[in-house]
């Protein structure tokens, strides 16, 4: 109920925003609204996160005999909670990514670039997440909804929107070259030359991924890695 009401009013504050009228300079909002889009959609995966996927190892807490009571290695057990988490988060992601940019008419240059940085993005968190929930739990909790406020959770999120800055600010060159492509070719007529604005972004676009993607698989082979929570381990 909580990530409807959530989602619901995400998009509706979206469909608030102008998106047209504004002559020559309508392409250039399109693309930038898609990038603030882009970034405030991933704020709402992160606080979605941070309520459903980090307070997991907390809440299984008073069960984790269990966990090494089956014949799967401990680490296992998380990457499959992982996996777990990160199927629903990309189907949430996606969707709202895909209805808003849908709304905001954005470009189909930029919504590739949206769809391949959210999702990606969207699994660092999930990652972040459950390493977070699995290095800061919160042992036997009286409510579920106690484990989000724990310093755990503060930090949890302040990496998170760490994260996210750099990752947005690495992209706003990108964004920005490919807005300047898009005005340059309304004054002059001139068809914007992808392939020139590709050569120039690349750069960033694979600091980008670079860092995102080094997140993932660190956050794996972490997590593949552990025997048990913090008070447990030798």
């Given amino acids: 109920l909580l990530l409807f009401v959530i989602a619901v009013v995400y ?16 392409a250039l909002l399109s693309a ?14 992160a606080s979605v996160c941070v ?31 992982l996996a777990a988490s990160v199927v629903p988060l990309l189907v949430v992601a996606g969707g709202l990514t895909e209805l808003t940019n ?13 769809r391949l940085v959210v999702a990606v993005a969207s699994v660092a968190l999930a990652v972040l997440a459950l390493v977070f929930g699995m290095r800061y739990p919160v042992i036997n909790p009286e409510h579920p909804a106690q484990v989000p406020t724990s310093s755990g959770g503060l930090l949890f999120m302040t990496t998170a929107t760490g994260m996210l800055v750099t990752v947005s600010a690495m992209l706003a060159t990108p964004l920005y070259w490919y ?24 750069p960033f676009l694979a600091g980008a991924a670079a860092l995102l993607l080094g997140l993932i698989v660190w956050g794996v082979v972490w997590l593949g890695r552990r025997r048990g929570l913090v008070e447990v381990d030798a």
Avoid: C, Y
Avoid at 11 to 26: I, M, R, T
Avoid at 103 to 108: A, I, R, S
């Fill in 11 to 26: 998009v509706h504050n979206v469909q608030l925003l102008p998106k047209s009228g504004f002559g020559p300079v309508q």
């Fill in 32 to 45: 930038a609204l898609a990038g603030l889009n882009g970034l405030v959609a991933l704020f709402v995966i």
């Fill in 51 to 81: 309520r459903f996927v980090f307070p997991g190892p907390s809440v299984e807490s008073p069960m984790r005999w269990l966990w090494h009571a089956i014949p799967v290695r401990f680490g296992h057990v998380l990457q499959i909670k």
């Fill in 102 to 114: 849908a709304m905001l008419g954005t470009p189909e240059p930029v919504r590739w670039g949206a």
């Fill in 179 to 202: 807005m300047a492509a898009v005005w340059e070719a309304s004054r002059t007529g001139v068809p914007t030359d992808g392939g020139a604005v590709l050569a120039r972004t690349w």
